[in-house]
Structure formats: structure tokens, C-alpha cells
């Protein structure tokens, strides 16, 4: 099989993976927070949000790791170190899981109750052992997995245990069960996703050749390679994720925090399966591009910004104008709290997703330090802030400092992608396309309220999207090139089925300026 096709199969494979994982956890994760509620959702989240953060730092680099160097070693045809090299890794991962179980049973000692409420301290620091000893060597098999290239093994850990997971809290939901029948269902899952990708490394493992020790310069390259990784994800992590839970429970706003989660969840998952589809091929993109070197790599990166702002718009403009629809409609009634914060959500993980062609620029161009740089300021930024506002004023503090977070760190990393190069991002057709959403959310406010909850949905985004595309055209948000490869499309694809989109095309493309 040739390379295009390898990656093509690899790329369905990983994408029905993780679509399947996603789609099927924001399921569950529906089920369950309409059925406990605010406050008991907020305290499951929370340990929820334990348990990822043990994760992240128990694997502190070493799945990235097994990635990045099984594929070397393959590549270079030294198979026989994969073996000791795994070995090796899955000692340091042990080293690092032992201690975040100790510091998870350290603050559970000392601030279980104010945290927890309600449950006992001492169960939860046992199922957080117990799922910690499942999920973190779990992730780290997927690396394994992802190093040999065998991306249906990983679709097919997805298959089995996602909808397994869903069955089981459909089968809880069914019983009535509380925030510990729930987190039971979690432990069961785990022991699914555990056994299941265990199984495909023994699969892949078994023929190569005895273990040897570890040469020297190749264990000198996987340390480097740790510190800089684990201080990366590990501080990453406080930046990207819903940190906000914790803080919110630990001043005693559980229902708060149970209605930041959702928020947060359903925004990330909107972005991630909307501009974010077009993010993920960036970094190859971007590391082509640098590779023919002038400043054509820039170029490609100020292209690539543009494209994600016009996918972002629209979405942060329907999410924004339809909130309150979309939460009632996915959480109930006691959830109509977090409309806005949805919406502010939106908005924050958008720009966040906007900034990609920055980040995968930096990446291509060997600047990881400059990465390391704005992940350690702003997750010390957004901790600080959330330490801050949510002590004071809650929710809204929880909403400010995520917002504030977000906002910093794509305006950094964008900074520092420019840093150095006469270029500029194209502000003028910027500005057209946000215009464009805003004058597209104005045109389809009316219909707000006006139907029950999914007729509001479907006709709102139809409308959205129609008056949108229509705009991006009269405002001149689309360049000459652009609109030309538009109408090649339309003419390979559709035929005349579309044939009155033909005069619009022309006009657009004969008013059409390069400028920014």
C-alpha cells in the first residue's frame, strides 16, 4: 500500500475513533448531568476532572513519547530497541502514577469534606486509585498503538468501549442511580478501555526480538524529551481544561460548577468538530510550508488564520443567538443558567482554535521553547485569576478568567508566529467576515422564541448559515483565488444543479480585492 493510501486509511480510522469516542461521551455525559443535576453534576465532574489531570500527569510525556520514538525506530530500522525503550517508559510512567496517587490521597486528606460534600473521602480516593491504575496505562497503550501506525487499533479500542460506557449509564440512568452509581459506571468503563487496548499492544509487541538495554544516546533523547513534554502537558493542562470545576466546588458553588462544566464541555466539543476539523491538518501544513523557507511559511500561517476565523464566526454567532435553545433542548430546565456561559465558552475555545495556525507554525519552525513559554504564563495566568474572581463572584469569576485566558494566550501565540516577519494578518477581510456573522445573527434573531426548542434550532442555523455565506460574498471576505477554486468546484461537483450561484461567483470574484 502507498503512502497516500496509508495515510488516507489512517486518517478514517483516527477520525472514526475519536468522533465515535466524542459523540458517544457527550451522550453519556448529557444522560448523566440531566439526571443528577447541577449541584450532584458539579461534584461528579469534579472527580471527573481528578481523575484527567492524574492522567496527563502520570503519562507526563510518556505516550507522546512512545509515539515519537517508536516510529523513529522503526523508521530507522531499529525495531529490536522498541522493546527496551517501552520498558523503559512504563517505569517512569509507574514512578509518576505512584506520585499522583500519593498527592491525591494528600488532598483528599485535608480538603475531602470541603470539597466533597456528601461523599466519603476515603471511597473516592480508592476509586480514584483504582481508575488511575487503569486509565493512565490505558492512554499510554494508545500512544503505543499510534507509534506503529496502527490507527484502527485505536478505532477499534474506541468501538468496543464508548458504546459499552453509554449502555452502562443508560443502564444506571434507568435504575436511578446517584453520583456513586455513576462514578461505578466510570470504573467499569475503565476496565473496558484497559483490557481492550492492553490487547491490541500484546498483538503488536509480541513478535519483536528479546529485550536489550537501552543505548545510552537513545535514553539521553527520551529524557530530554520527558522534561520538556511533562512540563509542557502538565501546566497545559490548567490552561486548556475546566479547572474552573474545581475552584467553583471549593468555594462551595457545586451547582455552579456542574453548569460551567456542560457549558464548557458542549463548547469544546462545537469547536473541536467544526473549525477545529480544519486545525488538525494544520501541523503538516505548516512544517511543509517553513520547510521551503522565505516567508512562505508565514504566508501560509496568515491564510490558515483566516480560513479558521471564517468556520469560527458562524458557529460562535449561532451558539450566542440560540444558547438558551441549545441548552434546554440537550440539559432541561436546570441548566438554563449556563446559556451564557455556553455561550462565552464558545467564543473562548473558537479563538483558542483560531490561534492553531500559530501554534503548529511555531511547532514546524523548531520553536517548542516559545510553545513552553505561553502555556507556563497562561496557566499560571488563569489559575491566578481563577484563585481570584471565582472566590468573589462565582460563576461570572469562573467565566471572566476563562474568557481573559483565552484571549491572552491566542494573541501570544500569534505574536510570536509573526515575530520577526514583515507580515501581517489580513485585517480588512477579518473584519468583513465578523461583520458578516454579526449582520447573519441580526437576520435570524426574529426567529428566537418563536418555535419550540429544535424547530428554533434548525430554522435558526439555516438561516445563519444562508445569510453567512450570502454576506461573506457581498463584503468582499473571499479573495479572487479563492472564489476561483469555488467555481472549479461548482463546476466538477454539481454540475447545473447550482447553476444560479454562477453570476454570484462572478460578481464576487470581479470585486474581489487582495487587500488586508
Known amino acids: 500500500m502507498n503512502t497516500r493510501a496509508t495515510t488516507f486509511r489512517n486518517t478514517l480510522f483516527a477520525s472514526a475513533g475519536i468522533y465515535t469516542e466524542y459523540l458517544l461521551g457527550m451522550v453519556a455525559s448529557i444522560i448523566i448531568a440531566r439526571h443528577l443535576g447541577p449541584r450532584d453534576f458539579g461534584a461528579y465532574s469534579l472527580i471527573i476532572w481528578m481523575v484527567a489531570i492524574g492522567v496527563a500527569v502520570a503519562n507526563s510525556g510518556t505516550a507522546s513519547a ?3 520514538f517508536i516510529a523513529e525506530l522503526r523508521g530507522s530500522g531499529r525495531e529490536d530497541m522498541v ?22 490521597v494528600l488532598v483528599l486528606w485535608v480538603a475531602g469534606d470541603e470539597l466533597l460534600p456528601g461523599l466519603n473521602r476515603w471511597a473516592v480516593a480508592g476509586l480514584l486509585a483504582l481508575v488511575l491504575a ?3 496505562p490505558y492512554m499510554f497503550d494508545i500512544g503505543v498503538t499510534k507509534g506503529f501506525e496502527r490507527f484502527g487499533s485505536t478505532a477499534a479500542v474506541a468501538l468496543i468501549g464508548a458504546p459499552l460506557n453509554l449502555a452502562l449509564v443508560l443502564l444506571a440512568w434507568y435504575f436511578g442511580s446517584n453520583v456513586a452509581g455513576y462514578l461505578a459506571v466510570f470504573a467499569i468503563s475503565s476496565v473496558v478501555f484497559f483490557a481492550a487496548a492492553n490487547r491490541q499492544v500484546r498483538n503488536l509487541t509480541r513478535p519483536l526480538p528479546p529485550s536489550q538495554p537501552l543505548p545510552p544516546e537513545l535514553r539521553r533523547r527520551v529524557r530530554r524529551h520527558l522534561r520538556i513534554v511533562a512540563a509542557t502537558v502538565t501546566i497545559g493542562f490548567f490552561s486548556a481544561s475546566e479547572v474552573e470545576v474545581l475552584f467553583l ?3 462551595g458553588h457545586a451547582a455552579a460548577a456542574g453548569e460551567f462544566k456542560v457549558a464548557f464541555q458542549l463548547a469544546k466539543g462545537a469547536a473541536l468538530l467544526v473549525p477545529g476539523v480544519f486545525s488538525a491538518v494544520l501541523l503538516p501544513l505548516m512544517a511543509y510550508a517553513t520547510s521551503r523557507g522565505g516567508s512562505f511559511g508565514v504566508q501560509r500561517f496568515i491564510a490558515s488564520t483566516t480560513y479558521l476565523v471564517v468556520l469560527a464566526v458562524p458557529l460562535v454567532a449561532f451558539g450566542a443567538l440560540f444558547a438558551g435553545s441549545i441548552m434546554g433542548l440537550l440539559y432541561g430546565a436546570e441548566y438554563t443558567r449556563a446559556a451564557p456561559v455556553f455561550a462565552l465558552c464558545l467564543l473562548s475555545t473558537c479563538i483558542t482554535t483560531v490561534a492553531a495556525g500559530a501554534s503548529s507554525m511555531l511547532l514546524s519552525a523548531d520553536r517548542q521553547h516559545d510553545i513552553l513559554g505561553v502555556t507556563i504564563a497562561c496557566g499560571a495566568l488563569k489559575v491566578l485569576l481563577d484563585a481570584l474572581l471565582i472566590a468573589r463572584f462565582g460563576l461570572g469569576g469562573a467565566m471572566a478568567a476563562y474568557t481573559t485566558e483565552a484571549v491572552i494566550g491566542a494573541v501570544a501565540m500569534i505574536a510570536l508566529a509573526l515575530r520577526g516577519s514583515s507580515e501581517r494578518l489580513a485585517w480588512g477581510r477579518l473584519a468583513r467576515i465578523v461583520a458578516a456573522g454579526a449582520l447573519a445573527a441580526a437576520i435570524a434573531s426574529p426567529l428566537r422564541g418563536e418555535l419550540p426548542a429544535i424547530g428554533t434550532l434548525l430554522a435558526g442555523g439555516a438561516v445563519v448559515c444562508a445569510a453567512y455565506l450570502l454576506l461573506t460574498f457581498l463584503l468582499g471576505c473571499w479573495s479572487r483565488d479563492d472564489i476561483g477554486y469555488m467555481r472549479v468546484l461548482l463546476r466538477r461537483y454539481t454540475g447545473r444543479r447550482l447553476r444560479p450561484l454562477t453570476p454570484l461567483l462572478g460578481w464576487a470574484e470581479a470585486h474581489a480585492t487582495e487587500d488586508r
Open 134 to 136: 487503569l486509565r493512565a
Open 249 to 251: 466546588n471549593l468555594h
Open 66 to 68: 512512545a509515539i515519537k
Open 83 to 104: 522493546e527496551p525503550m517501552l520498558a523503559y517508559l512504563r517505569r517512569v510512567q509507574r514512578l509518576f502514577l505512584a506520585v499522583v496517587m500519593a498527592a491525591g
